[in-house]
């Protein structure tokens, strides 16, 4: 019996960290993933993307979120026989990166940064990056999270770069980039415009002037004794007043309280004015309204020809008095009236959010900021009629926190808008987790596409590959190839940043002119939705690989990315190989602090991930992520709630590995063709048995459905089962070295560790070391090198269960 080989000893008290730290030195020394990736290389694909994480700042611990999930299904897949590549990727470039190097250098916009220099600015914007994706690399690898970092995609690589200008090269020449002036979201401190989809991410609630002002009527039959009522929120757009707009098919009242009169829209005149008025019986409707006559409330900038009832069929009678006032420089709907009437365009805010200086009374004044002033005028001289404040949703910088104003500006588009047919489409085609999103906060989303607001004006991105000669030609460029081409020059080596890439002059193909790049540099996030071609450098570079691996069958990252990732990834798929880039696509819930409340700076209550592992264990953070609660549900994280699900699965699992390694050391005893069969064991060990088979079964068809939260609920089931009946019951047999009890225990133990394997990869590895290679000849080195457990349906018996 000396030669029978043993368990390793397991102590009874188990310390995660420590043991975590092990398994990553296990990991490493003896290469695991690289073997596990080599060991299915040949099989069927499983696509996963990467999302890339934004490296702009240190991670948090709601990072360590989407990274269970993206290292769960990937490790299970690959158990089932799949190779599931996983190439990891940085998201380099963009605001977040300019506004932290911004605030590293105490920067306060963008005048400080040309007069600090464009190369040296992007120098800093190039290593803040490095130094935090090393920050990611720690949190990444000390989570078990297997994925690529010695092959990642970096946006702000040349092939990453000519690989995003070749897809906006294709889109240019279908006719759908093109620039445009329009009234778009404007961030005045970072000075650029936002698209659609990064206003979606920052309304704040604000509480705004709400006023009613009286604009006296001129011309028409009311001219000289009454006043039209017209309501707004944002009172500094009154300076560039240019039209009121009614509704054609309204009928409009004059009201009175026997002192004056107001011109409001029938159904809105109780809301609108309150007690102790009266309607004189004198209505009209918008469409003989047209072109009354009316004094501004502000004559602090020129207008020409302006100030008259314009009509417009958005005007509704849902809330203030049916008279919409227009300035056209700050709203789009404005803007299309003032383009069908004729209407000047006069835009008083320069771009940094300030009145010009010779505004009278708010010259150099911020946007916001002038409200007061600008209501307590109108109040001075008689024309506001009722000042209320008023709570409402108001975009803000989806970085900075800036309010933004609409802005009329002229901006790069992609023409989304002609693909809606197209998105929506492939949204069918789609499987989301939870399902609900589909039709509900993603399809809604689709279903109001706007165009593609794609230019910033800024510095740090990919550069927006469009150059213009003196003729307005203009000439898309995809690839650095095509770019030396046309320049008649060797561009080897260029970085192709701003301000190299500015410095490189082209022979217009249409008239032989001098063409000189645009200024702008393209949204992050388009480099973000490139990935699934950019991150292999395609077509340029890897044509194989890119093709192998479109679409991807899984995605997954915090349900926030609906308006970003999720979108920028089909909308590009779907511009440039008119179908979508993934099929699958799992959104998490939030990670909330332990308060309830969002995790912020502000609040003081974020979790450093790397101390939450370091005190807890990543396993038992795993464990919570995937199983503490549903995954698409908000959730609260802390050492508390962590430390609870520890002690109620990963500690029950690890007493009984330790309980079963301590008899069968004892009794020299390990598996073989000795044991008896189950057949012949007792009905306890058939039952045992029996639950284990049907569990393998439905914690498959529970990963294989996404749902980490079932698969978790029934392995913490089965895991008290086994520990608080069927140990306790089979105490004495193991004791006394029963080979039957003890094999059955061993079974249970080496298949439960392969289930548990892709959600808690470090305990589950020190068990196999310690209770299933020690003692299996054949056992694969790792169990993350082991295939995912078979039911065995003959050991299933359903008239045992549920005894
Ligand atoms: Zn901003
Ligand atoms: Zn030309």
Known sequence: MTDTPLYNEVPAQVDLPALEHEVLALWRDSKIFAKSMAQTEGRPEWVFYE????????????????????????????????????????????????????????????????????????????ASVQRHVDAFTKLTERMGYWVDLSDAYWTMDPAYIESVWWSLKKIFDDGRLSQDHRVAPWCPRCGTGLSDHELAQGYETVVDPSVYVRFPLTSGPL?????????????????????????????????????????????????????????????????????????????????????????????????????????????????????????????????????APEVGLVGGVFFKTADEALTADLDARGLLFRHLAYEHSYPHCWRCHTPLLYYAQP????????????????????????????????????????????????????????????????????????????????????????????????TCPQCGGEAHRVPEVIDAWYDSGSMPFAQWGYPHRNVEQFESTYPAQFICEAIDQTRGWFYTLMAIGTLVFDRSSYETVVCLGHILAEDGRKMSKHLGNILDPIELM????????????????SPWAARRVGHGTIQEVVRKTLLTYWNTVSFQALYARLANWSPSAADPKPADRTLLDRWLLSELNTLVREVDAALDGFDTQRAGRLLAAFVDDLSNWYVRRSRRRCWQGDPAALATLHTAIETVTRLLAPIVPFVTERVWQDLVRPVTPDAPESVHLAAFPEPDEALVDPRLSGR
């Open 51 to 126: 999302g890339p994480p934004t490296a702009n700042g240190m991670p948090g611990a709601h990072h360590i979120e989407a990274r269970v999930f993206k290292d769960v299904f990937p490790r299970y897949k690959t158990m089932k026989g799949f190779h599931v590549g996983r190439k990891a990727g940085w998201d380099c470039h963009g605001l977040p990166v300019e506004l932290a190097v911004e605030k590293e250098l105490g920067f306060r916009g963008k005048p400080d940064i040309e007069a600090y220099g464009v190369a040296e600015f992007n120098a800093k914007c190039r």
């Open 223 to 355: 001219a000289g004794n009454t006043a039209l009522l017209v309501w707004t929120t944002t009172p500094w757009t009154l300076v560039s007043n240019t039209a009121v707009a009614a509704h054609p098919d309204v009928a409009y009242v004059v009201a009175t309280d026997g002192t004056e009169r107001l011109v409001v829209a029938e159904p809105l005149v109780a809301s609108a004015l309150g007690e102790g008025w009266t309607t004189t019986g004198e209505r009209f409707t918008g469409r003989e309204m047209l072109r009354w006559a009316y004094r501004r409330p502000f004559e602090l900038v020129d207008i020409p020809d302006a100030h008259f009832v314009v009509n417009a069929d958005y005007v509704t009678v849902e809330d203030g008095t049916g008279l919409v006032h227009q300035s056209p420089a700050f709203g789009a709907e404005d803007m299309q009236v003032a383009r069908e009437y004729g209407l000047p365009v006069v835009n008083p805010v320069r771009p940094d959010g300030t009145f």
């Open 411 to 506: 901006s790069w588009y992609i023409r989304t808008t002609q693909v809606k047919d197209e998105l929506l489409r492939e949204n069918e085609r789609t499987t989301w987790y939870p399902e609900t999103v589909k039709h509900g906060r993603y399809g809604d989303w689709l279903n109001n596409n706007i165009d593609w607001a794609l230019s910033r004006t800024r510095y740090w991105g990919t550069p927006l590959p469009i150059w213009r000669c003196g003729e307005e030609h203009l000439t898309c460029v995809g690839s650095l190839a095509e770019l030396a081409e046309l320049a008649g020059r060797d561009l080897t080596g260029l970085d192709p940043h701003r301000p190299y890439i500015d410095e490189v002059t082209l």
């Open 614 to 629: 370091e005190a807890n264990g990543a396993d038992a953070v795993r464990w919570f992520m995937a199983a503490g609660g």
